[in-house]
């Protein structure tokens, strides 16, 4: 679906479309979310659940 000439793509994580936006002309064809918070909240990487990728915590 186009509108204006830019296309449109659905959300990886709450389904809702979402349009092209001037920010993202250079990486539209890696852009998977329509929000930081749809990117925060989607479903981690096999790599990252079981520990490897992650920073190690300051605490220790």
């Known amino acids: 679906m186009r509108l ?3 296309a449109s793509k659905v959300c990886a994580t709450c389904g809702r479309p979402f349009t092209w ?3 993202w002309a250079r990486c539209w064809d890696q ?3 329509c929000s930081q918070r749809c ?3 989607a479903p ?3 790599a990252n659940q079981q520990g ?3 920073r190690p ?4």
């Not at 915590?57 to 220790?60: P, S, T």
């Open 4 to 6: 204006h000439g830019h």
């Open 21 to 23: 936006r001037k920010r």
């Open 31 to 33: 852009v998977r979310y």
């Open 39 to 41: 990117r925060r909240s």
């Open 44 to 46: 981690r990487s096999q």
């Open 52 to 54: 490897q990728g992650q």
């Open 57 to 60: 915590d300051r605490h220790q």
